[in-house]
T-cell receptor, first 116, second 111 residues
Framework: DTGVSQNPRHKITKRGQNVTFRCDPISEHNRLYWYRQTLGQGPEFLTYFQNEAQLEKSRLLSDRFSAERPKGSFSTLEIQRTEQGDSAMYLC??????????????FGPGTRLTVT | QKEVEQNSGPLSVPEGAIASLNCTYS??????FFWYRQYSGKSPELIMS????GDKEDGRFTAQLNKASQYVSLLIRDSQPSDSATYLCAVNVGGRRALTFGSGTRLQVQP
């Protein structure tokens, strides 16, 4: 399978704990995005990388959230001191920046976070 | 006003009918438009992209874009029960790389 992969698929944690999620994009894709989705809503943008550079962060991304993409390959999203409001599906997507400037993004299966 | 708006539905159509899903957006500078399908508990799956005014067809799906009126629509012909899902409209608002999504329209195809 050469699609976007995410781990873990499910995470249950207690309030105040730190969690880290991993995303492996489609191998030739140089852009990687993180989104968050809550029930009944569309995904909301969190941040994106082109290669290893983090080029944009949403105002939704509080200082408890940090993302990295070392060497421009996989990415990690860490949430420190989790709160119940962080419970959501965390989605990773990737795309290929090309001369045609298409922005088609392909999503991974997501990591469902439950904070108790 | 939300940047991308969709009717939440549910939109109920009989099997074999045409389902019509609509989306409006607020930023006239938007250039790229996408439709994703999302089954319950799953992640969004890209089904159509459209960049120019007019129609774009792919199998049973047709995307329609009207930049002057700032709307994009998705038609599903010969609807099947397996098409029952939430359809998300996504836009690169203002040319940003990030996608802005509507809240989705839930489609129910009745056998």
């Amino acid at each position: 399978d050469t699609g976007v992969s995410q781990n873990p698929r499910h995470k249950i944690t207690k309030r105040g704990q730190n969690v880290t999620f991993r995303c492996d994009p489609i191998s030739e894709h140089n852009r990687l995005y993180w989104y968050r989705q809550t029930l009944g809503q569309g995904p909301e943008f969190l941040t994106y990388f082109q290669n290893e550079a983090q080029l944009e962060k949403s105002r939704l991304l509080s200082d408890r959230f940090s993302a990295e993409r070392p060497k421009g390959s996989f990415s990690t999203l860490e949430i420190q001191r989790t709160e119940q409001g962080d419970s959501a599906m965390y989605l990773c997507a990737s795309s290929l920046a090309a001369l045609a400037a298409t922005y088609e993004q392909y999503f991974g299966p997501g990591t469902r976070l439950t904070v108790t | 006003q939300k940047e991308v708006e969709q009717n939440s539905g549910p939109l109920s159509v009989p099997e074999g009918a045409i389902a019509s899903l609509n989306c409006t957006y607020s930023d006239r500078g938007s250039q790229s438009f996408f439709w994703y399908r999302q089954y319950s508990g799953k992640s969004p799956e890209l089904i159509m992209s459209i960049y120019s005014n007019g129609d774009k067809e792919d199998g049973r799906f047709t995307a329609q874009l009207n930049k002057a009126s700032q709307y994009v629509s998705l038609l599903i012909r010969d609807s099947q029960p397996s098409d029952s899902a939430t359809y998300l409209c996504a836009v690169n608002v203002g040319g940003r790389r990030a996608l802005t999504f509507g809240s989705g329209t839930r489609l129910q195809v009745q056998p």
